[in-house]
């Protein structure tokens, strides 16, 4: 019998090739421009699909394995977390705050990136790209579950996670992260890549992760840390393709640069005001504090950021026009930020506090210039009017920023005391905007900003209140009428964490024992 | 159209003057920001802006202590940031205030709690 002829192994790199690059074919029953619709609208020119780099050089075969294993170890974390009552070794019960505005405003952003790479990989004729892309769009679909897994033990011993998925459509503040990944899923692909790739996952991506992650690790959040590590290795993945993509885009013809320059203000701003939730996150939500915002901001965007801009220079590519607002606001954003949930805690699912005295110190201390003078003020009267039994609601609903739909809480630059107040005229309507950079981003585009749904312009015209209800009835009470449309629990759901059942509930669980809280 | 679109599609404005039962008007209360933001109010064009002063903003500001301490008589405001000067008597219409216009008042010698600006 003659011996049987073992096939040659192919390499890597043929391996890699027979299995991607040999997957695109011309249409010839169909107009490639038909089937490919959104390939060249957005006046992107690319010539040669070919110099797409794919650094990772991942096949779907090799990516199941590799994930499926990563898989495994963490189910493995979160069944020993259940098991072992690990939300009991959490810092204190303001931590799990953070999870809930995670949950809430985080992880349906990573859903919102499945779908919005799943549509630019099935749009792009470069079959690289389309790859990469649809690789990304199962990694972000992965993050979601992960998380929703991960955060579900949580779920069942506190409020404010049980309809997060209801509230990212609603509650007025996940406006703002639902109508930043909107934007860009109503972009075309080359704008979504320039917008989440490059501008959200390159630039901004350590800002959001690192806090979120070393956060969760320094307040006893074990299985959040398993799910942070399991999602880094695809981050990383994630960046690359960032900085790949638009180093292709750049080279590929001199026309684009102009287009990409346009995009990368836009979306390092939109990104940027995005991260407002994350700075206060880091200052105020963390009973274990790992570092201000204001050191991450030097860190990962200040050094890192600027030796990207140099780097990319020799495109014709400049910083962001935002870039020195933005730097300028790393000593006010979080305490901005932390002082509008604080006001409008009566309307959001999730718990705020004052900071008590060791932590005002560290404000302080990290703040020197700016939080003494500007921002512990309000907070220890707040205080002071909580021990008397007022704690302080701000009852009237908020201006807000026709873009980010942010409140217009940020300050004019230069001048900490003020609001930034700008506005502009479209088809004889007033618009607003907290900011010049967003103000350009709509006179860039107005039709597309002109139909945002504002959260309280909605709730103004009527259009958040639960189905028949009848507001021309004695005594409607429109706020209650918009909690219950929101479907938050008044009472377990909302206000100061010091009267939460949260709070109660811990204190009991753990014998009486607590950490210092305000008031 | 500034929209890159493949193909047109109509735009509907959703913040028109129609959508809403009264015309919006933004107000804010300079060196207070202990009031996180400006606040929307929907406010009827007839309504005087005498009463804007004396039965309104009580039920917006009234929490902060440096409300009850505002001598009226010396208040200034601005609309869209211009030097504005609203006659007590006249509706809001009649001052030229309309849909989604912005006021602020500035309130001479009160500068938030502890002089913060809060």
């Known amino acids: ?208 992760f690192v806090p979120f992650m070393s956060g969760a690790a320094h307040n006893g959040d074990m299985s959040t840390v398993t799910f942070g590590f399991s999602a880094q290795s695809d981050e990383s993945r994630h960046m690359t393709l960032g900085i790949e993509c638009i180093k292709f885009i750049l080279e590929q013809d001199p026309a684009n640069v102009a287009i990409v320059q346009r995009w990368i203000d836009k979306w390092f701003w939109r990104g940027y005001r995005l991260l407002s939730i994350v700075a206060m996150m880091q200052d105020y939500m963390l009973p274990k504090r790992v570092m201000s915002w204001k050191e991450a901001w030097e860190m990962y965007a200040e050094s890192n950021g600027g030796a990207l801009f140099k780097d990319l220079a020799r495109y014709g590519i400049r910083p962001p026009k935002g870039w020195e607002d933005a730097c300028e606001g790393k000593d006010h954003i979080s305490h901005q930020a932390w002082n509008t949930f604080y006001n409008y805690n009566a309307a959001a699912p999730f718990h705020t506090w004052t900071p008590n005295a060791e932590e005002m110190e560290w404000l302080t201390e990290k703040y020197p210039d700016t939080f003494a003078k500007y921002y512990k003020p309000r907070f220890e009267y707040y205080g002071e009017q909580h021990k008397q039994g007022k704690r302080f609601y701000n009852t009237t609903l908020p201006m807000l920023c026709q873009t980010c739909q942010i409140p217009m809480v940020f300050h004019e630059p230069g001048d900490p005391g003020s609001i930034c107040y700008r506005e502009t005229d479209h088809q004889d309507v007033k618009y607003h905007f907290c900011s010049d950079h967003c103000k350009e981003i709509f006179t860039n585009e107005p039709e597309k900003y002109v139909q945002a749904w504002l959260p309280v312009h909605q709730i103004y015209q009527g259009n958040c209140f639960p189905e028949g209800t009848d507001p021309t009835v004695e005594g409607f009470d429109p706020l209650a009428a918009v909690l219950d449309y929101y479907e938050i629990e008044v009472g377990k759901d909302n206000f100061d964490f010091a009267d939460s059942e949260d709070r109660k509930n811990f204190r009991e669980w753990k014998g009486g024992v607590e950490e210092e809280v305000s008031p | 159209m500034s929209l890159t679109t493949l193909t047109d599609y109509p735009v509907v404005a959703k913040d028109v003057r129609d959508n809403f039962p009264a015309p919006l008007i933004y107000i804010g209360w300079d060196d207070h920001l202990m009031f996180c933001a400006p606040v929307c109010l929907p406010l009827p064009a007839e309504t005087p802006f005498g009463a804007l002063q004396a039965e309104i903003l009580g039920g917006v500001y009234g929490a902060h202590p440096d409300f009850a301490k505002i001598d009226w008589n010396t208040v200034t405001w601005l609309k869209s940031g211009q030097p504005f000067s609203p006659n007590q008597a006249l509706s809001l219409a009649e001052n030229g205030l309309g849909h989604k216009d912005v006021i602020r008042f500035k309130t001479p010698g009160l500068k938030g709690i502890g002089g913060s600006r809060a």
Not at chain 1, 24 to 33: A, I, L, P
Not at chain 1, 191 to 199: C, G
């Open chain 1, 1 to 208: 019998m003659d011996a049987q002829v073992k096939k040659k192994k192919l390499g890597l790199k043929p391996r890699y090739q027979a299995m991607t690059r040999g997957l695109d074919w011309q249409t010839s029953y169909q107009d490639m421009d038909k089937v490919f619709p959104y390939d060249k609208y957005e006046g992107i020119k690319i010539h040669d699909w070919d110099k797409w780099e794919d650094p990772f050089r991942l096949t779907m075969d090799a990516y199941w394995k590799y994930q499926g294993e990563k898989e495994k170890k963490l189910y493995a974390v979160i069944d020993a977390f259940a098991q072992n009552s690990g939300q009991l070794g959490i810092s204190d019960a303001r931590y799990v705050n953070a999870l809930k505005l995670f949950i809430q405003g985080v992880s349906p952003l990573e859903y919102c990136a499945h779908r919005g790479f799943a549509h630019a990989g099935r749009h792009f004729t470069g079959v690289g790209a389309r790859v990469a892309s649809q690789m990304q769009s199962i990694d972000e679909l992965r993050h979601y579950q992960t998380q929703a897994h991960t955060i579900s033990n949580y779920n069942k011993y506190f409020n404010g996670m049980h309809k997060s998925n209801h509230w990212f459509d609603r509650v007025w503040y996940l406006s703002v992260p639902k109508s930043f990944f909107e934007d860009a899923m109503t972009g075309g692909p080359f704008e979504f890549l320039i917008a989440v790739s490059f501008s959200f996952e390159y630039v901004l991506t350590n800002l959001l």
